[in-house]
């Protein structure tokens, strides 16, 4: 099946500092990236969708220059935190889409975000 | 907008029984795709099965085989011969079949329990 990875699975960063979190599609071209923040025991929350080459569409309720997002080639998506507060510690998720019939998503394993 | 309903927050099973969680949804399409999705202390997101919606035959995998009840808008999970391994947070979720974005849609989650 198709492989999603993501870089780092876990980093502490202090307040005000910015950390980037990477996606990566291992064996298929992902013409749609994902990026999900999750709270414990709670469900994932769609941050923003993107597409190579176009810039990310983010749901309401989400600060675009907080969470700034890049889509720049078929098989990689960042997701760069600036300026971080405790309050954005959290455990992200990325997820992929390719182009074929079946649309499906698949999912990297999570970067668990400690903001001190 | 679609809305996904997971009513359980949490559920046990004795190992090797048998156990249903349960689902329900609010669409008004008609071409849809649903899924249920685990996801254990990894935090990884595992696929566990999928329904299409013009499909009347109820999806199986293993162990795992849902009841989807399409005029009812219900899609229920049912884990026959459960085990350890079972235990996990399990989201259903829905994804409409047209749309550039199709993105899915996650209910709350229900966390399974499996006793020895």
């Known amino acids: 099946g198709a492989v999603v990875s993501q870089h780092p699975s876990r980093v502490i960063c202090k307040s005000g500092t910015s950390v980037k979190i990477e996606c990566r599609s291992l064996?298929?071209?992902?013409?749609?990236m994902f990026w999900y923040r999750q709270f414990p025991k709670q469900s994932l929350m769609l941050m923003a969708t993107?597409?190579?080459?176009?810039?990310?569409?983010?749901e309401q309720g989400v600060e675009k220059d907080k969470f700034l997002i890049n889509h720049a080639s078929l098989t990689l998506s960042t997701l760069t935190v600036t300026s971080a507060h405790p309050e954005d510690s959290s455990f992200y998720i990325c997820?992929?889409?390719?182009?074929?019939?079946?649309?499906?998503?698949?999912f990297g394993p999570g970067t668990r975000l400690t903001v001190t | 907008a679609q809305t996904v309903t997971q009513s359980q927050p949490e559920m046990s099973v004795q190992e090797a029984e048998t156990v249903t969680l349960s689902c329900t949804y609010d669409?008004?399409?008609?071409?849809?795709?649903l899924f249920w999705y685990k996801q254990p202390p990894s935090r990884q997101m595992i696929l566990v099965i999928r329904?299409?919606?013009?499909?009347?035959q109820n999806a199986t995998e293993n162990r795992f085989s849902v009841n989807f009840q399409k005029a009812a808008k219900s899609f229920s999970l049912k884990i026959s011969d459960s085990q350890l391994g079972d235990a996990a947070m399990y989201f259903c979720?829905?994804?409409?079949?047209?749309?550039?974005?199709?993105?899915?849609?996650f209910g709350s989650g229900t966390q399974l329990t499996v006793l020895p």
């Open positions: 997820s992929a889409r390719g182009d074929r019939g079946d649309y499906e998503q698949y």
């Open positions: 064996d298929f071209q992902a013409t749609t």
């Open positions: 993107s597409n190579e080459g176009s810039k990310a569409t983010y």
């Open positions: 669409t008004s399409e008609s071409d849809y795709y």
């Open positions: 329904q299409e919606a013009y499909k009347q």
């Open positions: 979720a829905y994804r409409s079949a047209w749309g550039s974005a199709r993105q899915l849609t």
